[in-house]
Antibody, heavy 127, light 107 residues
Framework: QVQLVESGGGVVQSGRSLRLSCVAS????????MHWVRQAPGKGLEWVAV????????YYGDSVRGRFTISRDNSKNTLYLQMDSLRAEDTAIYHC????????????????????WGQGTLVTVSS | EIVMTQSPATLSVSPGERGTLSCRAS??????LAWYQQKPGQAPRLLIS???TRATGVPARFSGSGSGTEFTLTISSLQSEDFAVYYC?????????FGGGTRVEIK
Protein backbone atom coordinates (compact mmCIF):
# COMPACT_ATOMS: atom_id res chain seq x y z
CA GLN A 1 0.00 0.00 0.00
CA VAL A 2 1.05 3.59 -0.53
CA GLN A 3 3.05 5.03 2.36
CA LEU A 4 4.61 8.44 2.84
CA VAL A 5 6.76 8.97 5.91
CA GLU A 6 8.16 12.37 6.76
CA SER A 7 11.11 13.11 9.03
CA GLY A 8 13.52 15.88 9.88
CA GLY A 9 11.30 18.18 11.91
CA GLY A 10 12.32 19.70 15.21
CA VAL A 11 12.90 22.92 17.08
CA VAL A 12 15.08 25.48 15.32
CA GLN A 13 15.92 29.11 15.93
CA SER A 14 14.60 31.85 13.70
CA GLY A 15 16.92 32.47 10.76
CA ARG A 16 18.35 28.96 10.76
CA SER A 17 17.82 26.08 8.32
CA LEU A 18 16.23 22.64 8.36
CA ARG A 19 15.81 19.88 5.78
CA LEU A 20 12.76 17.66 5.74
CA SER A 21 12.56 14.26 4.06
CA CYS A 22 9.64 12.14 2.87
CA VAL A 23 10.24 8.50 2.00
CA ALA A 24 7.69 6.96 -0.35
CA SER A 25 6.78 3.31 -0.81
CA UNK A 26 4.06 1.22 -2.40
CA UNK A 27 4.07 2.99 -5.76
CA UNK A 28 6.43 4.05 -8.56
CA UNK A 29 7.69 7.28 -7.03
CA UNK A 30 9.29 8.56 -10.24
CA UNK A 31 5.89 8.60 -11.99
CA UNK A 32 4.24 11.15 -9.71
CA UNK A 33 4.51 14.82 -8.87
CA MET A 34 4.89 15.41 -5.14
CA HIS A 35 3.84 18.25 -2.87
CA TRP A 36 4.55 19.71 0.55
CA VAL A 37 1.56 21.08 2.44
CA ARG A 38 1.77 22.57 5.92
CA GLN A 39 -0.60 23.16 8.80
CA ALA A 40 0.11 25.61 11.59
CA PRO A 41 -1.05 24.42 15.04
CA GLY A 42 -4.83 24.55 15.21
CA LYS A 43 -5.07 26.11 11.74
CA GLY A 44 -5.96 25.08 8.20
CA LEU A 45 -3.95 23.69 5.32
CA GLU A 46 -1.47 25.76 3.30
CA TRP A 47 0.14 24.53 0.11
CA VAL A 48 3.93 24.99 0.10
CA ALA A 49 5.53 23.55 -3.03
CA VAL A 50 5.38 20.92 -5.78
CA UNK A 51 7.98 19.11 -7.84
CA UNK A 52 7.35 17.13 -10.99
CA UNK A 53 8.43 13.59 -11.81
CA UNK A 54 11.92 14.33 -13.00
CA UNK A 55 12.53 17.32 -10.76
CA UNK A 56 12.74 19.77 -13.65
CA UNK A 57 9.59 21.72 -12.81
CA UNK A 58 8.95 23.21 -9.38
CA TYR A 59 6.37 25.69 -8.14
CA TYR A 60 6.24 27.44 -4.75
CA GLY A 61 3.77 29.29 -2.59
CA ASP A 62 4.36 33.01 -2.19
CA SER A 63 5.16 32.79 1.52
CA VAL A 64 8.11 30.42 0.99
CA ARG A 65 9.43 31.31 -2.46
CA GLY A 66 13.11 32.23 -2.28
CA ARG A 67 13.57 30.61 1.14
CA PHE A 68 12.47 26.99 0.61
CA THR A 69 13.72 24.54 -2.02
CA ILE A 70 11.92 21.35 -2.99
CA SER A 71 13.89 18.48 -4.51
CA ARG A 72 13.70 14.73 -4.99
CA ASP A 73 15.92 11.71 -5.42
CA ASN A 74 14.02 9.13 -7.45
CA SER A 75 16.72 6.51 -6.85
CA LYS A 76 15.95 6.75 -3.13
CA ASN A 77 12.17 7.29 -3.43
CA THR A 78 12.65 10.40 -1.34
CA LEU A 79 11.26 13.93 -1.45
CA TYR A 80 13.01 16.80 0.31
CA LEU A 81 12.24 20.30 1.52
CA GLN A 82 15.21 22.53 2.30
CA MET A 83 13.99 25.36 4.53
CA ASP A 84 16.28 28.36 4.95
CA SER A 85 15.83 31.68 6.75
CA LEU A 86 13.14 30.16 8.92
CA ARG A 87 10.59 32.42 10.61
CA ALA A 88 8.22 31.93 13.52
CA GLU A 89 5.32 31.81 11.06
CA ASP A 90 6.83 28.70 9.43
CA THR A 91 5.95 26.73 12.56
CA ALA A 92 3.68 23.94 11.38
CA ILE A 93 3.24 20.27 10.68
CA TYR A 94 4.67 19.61 7.22
CA HIS A 95 2.95 16.90 5.18
CA CYS A 96 4.15 15.42 1.93
CA UNK A 97 1.43 14.39 -0.50
CA UNK A 98 1.20 12.64 -3.84
CA UNK A 99 -0.38 14.35 -6.84
CA UNK A 100 -2.87 11.88 -8.31
CA UNK A 101 -2.75 12.85 -12.00
CA UNK A 102 -0.65 15.98 -12.37
CA UNK A 103 1.02 16.45 -15.74
CA UNK A 104 3.03 18.90 -17.81
CA UNK A 105 2.19 20.05 -21.33
CA UNK A 106 3.55 22.77 -23.59
CA UNK A 107 5.81 24.11 -20.90
CA UNK A 108 3.17 24.35 -18.18
CA UNK A 109 2.33 21.94 -15.42
CA UNK A 110 -1.09 21.12 -14.04
CA UNK A 111 -1.92 19.66 -10.67
CA UNK A 112 -4.68 17.30 -9.68
CA UNK A 113 -6.03 16.24 -6.30
CA UNK A 114 -3.66 15.01 -3.60
CA UNK A 115 -4.56 11.38 -3.13
CA UNK A 116 -2.12 10.20 -0.45
CA TRP A 117 -0.67 12.12 2.46
CA GLY A 118 1.93 11.45 5.10
CA GLN A 119 1.29 11.98 8.81
CA GLY A 120 3.63 14.94 8.82
CA THR A 121 6.61 16.18 10.77
CA LEU A 122 6.44 19.12 13.18
CA VAL A 123 8.69 22.11 12.67
CA THR A 124 8.85 24.66 15.48
CA VAL A 125 10.71 27.91 14.88
CA SER A 126 11.63 29.77 18.02
CA SER A 127 12.33 33.49 18.02
CA GLU B 1 -4.43 33.85 -5.85
CA ILE B 2 -7.83 32.17 -5.76
CA VAL B 3 -9.47 32.52 -2.37
CA MET B 4 -11.58 29.57 -1.21
CA THR B 5 -14.30 30.35 1.33
CA GLN B 6 -16.05 27.57 3.24
CA SER B 7 -19.30 27.82 5.15
CA PRO B 8 -20.38 27.32 7.77
CA ALA B 9 -17.27 27.29 9.93
CA THR B 10 -18.98 24.77 12.22
CA LEU B 11 -21.87 22.48 11.38
CA SER B 12 -23.71 20.79 14.24
CA VAL B 13 -25.55 17.70 13.09
CA SER B 14 -27.17 14.72 14.79
CA PRO B 15 -26.07 11.22 13.71
CA GLY B 16 -28.22 10.01 10.83
CA GLU B 17 -29.01 13.53 9.64
CA ARG B 18 -27.87 15.12 6.39
CA GLY B 19 -24.97 17.52 6.37
CA THR B 20 -24.37 20.12 3.64
CA LEU B 21 -21.05 21.94 3.38
CA SER B 22 -20.39 24.83 1.00
CA CYS B 23 -17.26 26.08 -0.72
CA ARG B 24 -16.98 29.19 -2.86
CA ALA B 25 -14.08 30.22 -5.09
CA SER B 26 -13.19 33.85 -5.76
CA UNK B 27 -12.99 33.03 -9.48
CA UNK B 28 -13.88 30.04 -11.60
CA UNK B 29 -11.95 26.84 -10.96
CA UNK B 30 -14.10 24.88 -13.45
CA UNK B 31 -14.37 21.39 -11.90
CA UNK B 32 -10.83 21.31 -10.50
CA LEU B 33 -12.00 21.06 -6.91
CA ALA B 34 -11.22 18.47 -4.23
CA TRP B 35 -12.63 17.77 -0.78
CA TYR B 36 -10.61 16.34 2.10
CA GLN B 37 -11.53 15.00 5.52
CA GLN B 38 -9.21 15.43 8.48
CA LYS B 39 -9.61 13.89 11.92
CA PRO B 40 -7.59 15.04 14.95
CA GLY B 41 -3.98 13.89 14.81
CA GLN B 42 -4.39 12.42 11.34
CA ALA B 43 -3.36 13.37 7.83
CA PRO B 44 -6.01 14.71 5.46
CA ARG B 45 -7.84 12.07 3.42
CA LEU B 46 -9.03 12.67 -0.14
CA LEU B 47 -12.79 12.26 -0.45
CA ILE B 48 -13.77 13.89 -3.75
CA SER B 49 -11.87 15.04 -6.83
CA UNK B 50 -13.11 16.71 -9.99
CA UNK B 51 -15.85 18.28 -7.83
CA UNK B 52 -17.95 15.11 -7.85
CA THR B 53 -15.85 11.92 -8.19
CA ARG B 54 -15.51 9.89 -5.02
CA ALA B 55 -12.00 8.64 -4.26
CA THR B 56 -11.36 4.93 -3.88
CA GLY B 57 -13.00 3.49 -0.78
CA VAL B 58 -15.07 6.57 0.05
CA PRO B 59 -18.62 5.62 1.09
CA ALA B 60 -21.50 6.53 -1.20
CA ARG B 61 -23.05 8.77 1.49
CA PHE B 62 -20.46 11.37 0.48
CA SER B 63 -21.31 13.30 -2.67
CA GLY B 64 -19.91 16.41 -4.30
CA SER B 65 -21.49 18.82 -6.72
CA GLY B 66 -20.97 22.18 -8.37
CA SER B 67 -18.69 23.83 -10.88
CA GLY B 68 -17.23 27.24 -11.55
CA THR B 69 -17.32 29.05 -8.21
CA GLU B 70 -19.93 27.24 -6.11
CA PHE B 71 -19.45 23.75 -4.69
CA THR B 72 -21.19 21.51 -2.19
CA LEU B 73 -20.21 18.44 -0.21
CA THR B 74 -23.18 16.48 1.07
CA ILE B 75 -23.07 13.72 3.65
CA SER B 76 -26.42 12.01 3.31
CA SER B 77 -26.62 10.35 6.72
CA LEU B 78 -23.87 11.26 9.15
CA GLN B 79 -22.13 8.41 10.90
CA SER B 80 -20.05 8.73 14.04
CA GLU B 81 -16.82 8.40 12.04
CA ASP B 82 -17.77 11.38 9.85
CA PHE B 83 -17.36 13.97 12.58
CA ALA B 84 -14.20 15.76 11.47
CA VAL B 85 -12.94 18.87 9.67
CA TYR B 86 -13.54 19.12 5.92
CA TYR B 87 -11.47 21.21 3.51
CA CYS B 88 -12.06 22.14 -0.10
CA UNK B 89 -9.09 22.82 -2.39
CA UNK B 90 -8.79 24.17 -5.90
CA UNK B 91 -6.17 22.88 -8.31
CA UNK B 92 -7.13 24.94 -11.35
CA UNK B 93 -4.55 27.68 -10.80
CA UNK B 94 -1.24 28.17 -9.07
CA UNK B 95 -0.84 28.52 -6.15
CA UNK B 96 -3.04 25.68 -4.97
CA UNK B 97 -5.36 27.02 -2.27
CA PHE B 98 -7.50 25.51 0.45
CA GLY B 99 -10.60 26.75 2.17
CA GLY B 100 -10.48 27.47 5.88
CA GLY B 101 -12.37 24.29 6.72
CA THR B 102 -15.76 23.29 8.12
CA ARG B 103 -15.84 21.45 11.41
CA VAL B 104 -18.68 18.91 11.56
CA GLU B 105 -19.58 18.23 15.16
CA ILE B 106 -22.13 16.15 16.98
CA LYS B 107 -25.27 18.06 17.89
Amino acid sequence: QVQLVESGGGVVQSGRSLRLSCVASGFTFSNFAMHWVRQAPGKGLEWVAVIWYDGNEKYYGDSVRGRFTISRDNSKNTLYLQMDSLRAEDTAIYHCARDSFGYCSAGHCYSDSLDYWGQGTLVTVSS
Amino acid sequence: EIVMTQSPATLSVSPGERGTLSCRASQSVTSNLAWYQQKPGQAPRLLISGASTRATGVPARFSGSGSGTEFTLTISSLQSEDFAVYYCQQYNNWPLTFGGGTRVEIK
